[in-house]
Nanobody, 124 residues
Framework: QVQLVESGGGLVQPGGSLRLSCADS????????IGWFRQAPGKEREGVSC????????YYADSVKGRFTIASDNAKNTVYLQMNSLKPEDTAVYSC?????????????????WGQGTQVTVSS
């Protein structure tokens, strides 16, 4: 059974940084995709940054390109999201997710297991 646990969220001022971590219980090496999603109040959940195992490619939402960086550590079954130059519009609950099926579309659909999420609030 896959268990994902996020950490690293909190309150930060605009322009600040946070590093989110997502620990996987142990199936990370076999996943098709893993990534970070976020959902702000009144908005749909969106893919923020994801990794495709098939080709190792990464995806970044246009709104975070140049500011966020995703990285994985397979030895620790952990994926990270380094968030720099944070903006108030980045405020959301951030969740990590893993997909194992061949129909996965990176950062869009087909993610099977989700963490509980961690709150990120960017405010002055």
């Amino acid at each position: 059974q896959v268990q994902l646990v996020e950490s690293g969220g909190g309150l930060v001022q605009p322009g600040g940084s946070l590093r989110l971590s997502c620990a996987d219980s142990g199936f990370t090496l076999d996943y098709y995709g893993i990534g970070w999603f976020r959902q702000a109040p009144g908005k749909e959940r969106e893919g923020v940054s994801c990794i495709s195992r098939g080709d190792g490619s990464t995806y970044y939402a246009d709104s975070v390109k140049g500011r966020f960086t995703i990285a994985s550590d397979n030895a620790k079954n952990t994926v990270y999201l380094q968030m720099n130059s944070l903006k108030p519009e980045d405020t959301a609950v951030y969740s990590c997710a893993v997909g194992f099926g061949p129909r996965l579309v990176v950062c869009e659909r087909g993610y099977d297991y989700w963490g509980q999420g961690t709150q990120v609030t960017v405010s002055s």
